[in-house]
């Protein structure tokens, strides 16, 4: 049997050691009627090699073409993703521990997510970060609720429409139950119009929620959009792209006063959507009030510096009902995974790809933007994401492309219930550093056939 | 042998113009960066990361590893966290290129090895919890409570009844009130019988029209099965309330007894403990809930559903699909973005593939042998107020060893760090003095589970004083929690202020 070490023998052993005479006695407790009476109906047991043919077999399944170029976007990227990172995450003394509830055997993974925090601190330019969440959606959520218990506002959340549909849909599902109003506002034109934005924001607002570059990949005016938050004694919740910051303004420097993102671009595999990593960080001020785990610098009682868990009377494990957050796990090792990135990276690497993503989406969009029949839906500048409309419809571009060996997307008709304006044959296409002038080419002569 | 420059904050370790990664040059036509990109959009300056190489940053890292307990290294009882092995092969099958690189709006027609993957994945879970319907949404436990409130929520919506109030027992994990809170219930906490069990007394003069959701973790905490729960059941259901089964005991029932067949209606999984993650240092979990068939229409969606004919998404409409997506009919919707932890779904697939129905249920058998013996080996230092038995885990008590002697449960916890185990669980849960939460798991050997017990047996013999300073062989000693939260220093901070 797989996975056991005691042998029959030591089983008898044991047993005895009880004071039972079978394995069956010690489920007692167990009532006789609540007992299942039949094996389960499960699939046969596998051995390593069977195990590995099946896995093999049903990777095969995922792709019915011979390449698969990744120029799909929408929140996951096809970044590249360095080798010390797997190098540093399939240490054993990482990904098999657990939460570092024992300080004293735990300083690796507690060191690593406090350099975690510092990082983040340094990427967003805000002052402090928590120790991650489970990826973007939640993030935004979590900050909304925290925002609410920032300004005591409790009736009204306003969020424009150019946030990712699948963590507006999340902020939704969370915000139903406490009676608190998600106003959408509506963004035709790829970014938002301030003063429509203004005229929403009231004295009840509790945060104002921004997306940039924004789900159609377009940059929001963030400055004045924060600015507006702010007089109405809103806060502003700022969902970024982490790989965005090697070139574009921090969160922290136009006043964002809550930042979150999906970690999932700084070296987390896309494995079709999960686990990623959601990054929280806030103003100093408001750490009292911050979801999730923290870390915090200490001594030891030599006076070594160290580190442990720290304002744990946040938590749901001490507070309970009373907690920030029900929140127990933070997403560690993709934390890890981060840290790693951007260690590797540094100021420069970071710089490099953000501006690689630049020039190649520009130069995509030029190119895609030529095809007869597919424009450009927004003129507004973006970073590394943009959508197009196609005036004959997606399904025969997808098509194209598909056939020709491309990924592109998503179609926004995958968001049409989630109330993505200007949805009609538009898709988006997100360019990575991985791409390169020839799949850019190519992509453009296989629409253009 | 340790290395401390090694280990030194990344940012002592910067050096100005020094980097671990290089990318190609770009193969595009060059276009001055501010045509592309307003300067308005742009930062002033860099972000200020350190400045290290791929070698610097490898022994960095590595040697940090070094200052950590896990399980490949160390025998890791944790009581209630399940820290069974993690088999390597789900390593190198969860990163096989067409899973790990699979971009998750890829379309359904190239997605049909992985959607059928996660639909077996539902099936199996199903099965083992005699609870047909399933979302692999949730990202861990505690977001599949939460949405299982939420699905509860739009269930007596829907036949138009109000209902405001969660109750748990006294020995519920954290996660369940901080749920029901957040899920805009009022928390009821019942009181447990001395024995550690629900009071049927106490739950009945708590249950009305205005109950909700029961909840309850079966194993219960102190590891005991909640053997009244029919009984339980069939109370909350005649105030029309549903039963929440919080499955991080299930390691210690798969193929014994089903939740469904206890009178649970919703429950969640720890794909991350039972079907044995790994933990990742604190996550990434997996939390999928299963719940009874009139409930699955309100699931968060999409779920993975297996049918004939032409497709209804994606590209080809002509193609005859076997797996795809679905929304049910009345989704409460989202919890997060995308599919679910995919990642760890992947590898409690390989785990259960690997098992098979009669592994499964020697799992839960040698976890029960095992905490069993490790009962007999210890109750005599270290009283069990709960008696001879129990399920996966058992809760001992150091009150005795307090009172007498002045060793606390946090002494003998620290103190086994020495000895070369990682501490149990404890002070949790609350309803026993001095407790220590021990949940040996099937995957450890008897020898392991002997060592063990004679640590302990050694430890409670040895000079108070001597483990109230203890640890005494780990990188650190105890540290100041005190300060660290008095004055919170939560980021590396500049040399310079």
């Known amino acids: 049997m797989a996975y056991l070490y005691n042998t029959p023998q030591q089983q008898r052993e044991m047993l005895a050691t009880i004071g039972v005479g079978s394995i069956a006695e010690l489920f007692e407790q167990v009532p006789e009627n609540l007992r299942l009476r039949r094996p389960l109906d499960l699939p046969p047991a596998l051995t390593e090699i069977e195990l590995e043919n099946h896995l093999r077999e049903l990777a095969a399944k995922n792709t019915t073409k011979k390449t698969g170029v990744c120029f799909l976007g929408g929140g996951s990227y096809d970044h590249f993703i360095p080798s010390a990172i797997d190098a540093v995450a399939s240490r054993s003394e990482f990904y098999t521990a657990y939460t570092p509830y024992q300080a004293e055997a735990s300083q690796g993974t507690l060191q690593a997510f406090f350099e975690y925090q510092s990082l983040i601190c340094q990427l967003t330019g805000m002052d402090v970060s928590n120790a991650s969440l489970y990826e973007g959606g939640t993030a935004v959520s979590e900050a909304v609720f925290m925002a609410m218990r920032v300004t005591d506002r409790h009736s009204k959340v306003v969020i424009l429409g150019s946030v990712h549909p699948e963590y507006r849909q999340v902020c939704e599902t969370y915000l139903r139950q406490v009676n608190c109003e998600l106003v959408v506002v509506p963004v035709p034109d790829g970014i938002a119009d301030v003063a429509a934005v203004r005229q929403v924001l009231d004295d009840r607002t509790a945060c104002l929620v921004i997306q940039q570059p924004n789900f159609f990949g377009c940059l929001e005016q963030t400055r004045e959009l924060t600015d507006a938050a702010r007089k109405v004694g809103a806060l502003s919740v700022v969902s970024f792209d982490p790989i965005s910051l090697g070139l574009l303004a921090r969160p922290g420097e136009y006043g964002a006063d809550i930042a979150v993102a999906e970690g999932q671009a700084l070296g987390i595999p896309m494995q079709y959507g999960g686990p990623y990593l959601g990054i929280l960080a806030c103003r100093q001020e408001f750490v009292r009030k911050m979801p999730g785990r923290l870390i915090g610098e200490t001594v030891d009682r030599e006076g070594q510096r160290c580190y442990v868990l720290n304002l744990q009377a946040r938590e749901q494990h001490i507070r309970r009902e009373k907690a920030t957050s029900n929140i127990c796990t933070n997403q560690g090792l993709m934390a890890l995974r981060a840290t790693v990135y951007l260690s590797l990276l540094g100021p420069t690497g970071l710089r490099e790809v953000a501006e690689l993503c630049t020039r190649k989406a520009h130069y995509a969009a030029e190119r895609l933007s030529k095809v007869p029949g597919i424009e450009l839906a927004f003129r507004q500048p973006f970073f590394k994401e943009f959508a197009l409309r196609c005036r004959a419809g997606v399904d025969p571009i997808l098509k194209k492309a598909r056939a020709a060996g491309f990924d592109i997307g998503p179609d926004l008709k995958r968001f049409r219930n989630s109330g993505v304006s200007s949805a009609e044959n538009c898709l988006l296409i997100a360019v990575t550093e991985q791409r390169s002038r020839t799949e850019i080419d190519k992509l453009a002569e296989a629409l253009s056939g | ?497």
């Open chain 2, 1 to 497: 042998m340790r290395n401390t420059l090694a280990t030194k904050l990344l940012f002592d370790l910067s050096q100005p113009g020094r980097r671990g990664a290089v990318f190609p040059k770009s193969d595009v036509p060059d276009q001055a960066l501010d045509e592309l990109i307003p300067r308005a959009h742009q930062s002033t300056s860099a972000p200020a990361l350190p400045e290290v190489t791929e070698p610097e940053v490898i022994r960095h890292f590595v040697n940090l590893s070094t200052k950590n307990m896990s399980v490949d290294t160390h025998f890791y009882p944790l009581g209630s966290c399940t820290m069974k092995y993690n088999p390597k092969r789900h390593e190198r099958l969860s990163a096989l290129p067409g899973i790990v690189d699979m971009h998750p709006y890829r379309s359904v027609e190239d997605s049909q090895g992985m959607l059928e993957l996660l639909f077996t994945m539902q099936a199996m879970l199903a099965e083992i919890s005699g609870l047909p319907a399933i979302s692999l949404q949730p990202a861990a436990g505690a977001q599949g409570e939460f949405t299982a409130l939420l699905v509860s929520s739009a269930y007596f919506r829907d036949k138009g009844e109000t209902r405001t109030k969660v109750l748990f027992p006294n020995s519920a994990h954290g996660t369940n009130p901080a749920s029901a809170a957040l899920a805009g219930f009022e928390c009821v906490q019942l009181k447990s019988t001395a024995q550690g069990f629900v009071d049927l007394n106490e739950l009945s003069a708590h249950l009305d029209q205005s109950t909700a959701v029961f909840m309850v973790t079966n194993p219960n905490t102190l590891g005991m099965f909640e053997r009244d729960l029919p009984e339980i059941a069939r109370r909350v259901h005649a105030v029309g309330g549903l039963v929440y089964i919080d499955g991080a005991n299930m390691n210690a029932i798969c193929g014994i007894t089903r939740p469904g067949d206890f009178g649970g209606d919703m429950m969640h999984y720890n794909v991350h403990k039972t079907f044995t993650g790994p933990h990742g240092a604190g996550g990434p979990g997996s939390g999928p809930i299963a719940v009874r068939d009139f409930l699955g229409d309100y699931l968060p969606g999409p779920v993975v559903v297996r049918r004939e004919g032409p497709g209804t998404s994606g590209v080809s409409s002509d193609s005859t699909l076997v797996y795809d997506l679905a929304v049910p009919a009345r989704s409460i919707g989202r919890v997060r973005s995308f599919f679910g932890n995919v990642g760890i779904l992947v590898r409690g697939y390989c785990y259960l593939r690997t098992l098979g129905a009669a592994g499964v249920r020697a799992m839960s058998e040698n976890a029960v042998l095992n905490a069993n013996y490790l009962l007999a080996k210890l109750k005599d230092v270290l009283p069990v107020p709960q008696g001879d038995r129990c399920m996966h885990e058992f809760v001992a008590s150091a009150r005795q060893l307090k009172e007498e002697r002045g060793i606390s449960a946090m002494d003998i916890a620290k103190r086994l760090l020495d000895y070369g185990f990682h501490a149990p669980t404890v002070y949790f849960p609350l309803v026993v003095p001095e407790s220590i939460m021990i949940e040996p798991t099937e995957t450890e050997s008897r020898e392991t589970l002997d060592a063990f017990a004679q640590a302990i047996r050694d430890i409670v013999r040895e000079d108070p004083e001597l483990l109230h300073q203890a640890p005494h062989e780990t990188p650190i000693s105890r540290p100041d929690e005190v300060r660290a939260a008095r004055t919170p220093v939560l980021k590396w901070i500049t040399s310079e202020g």
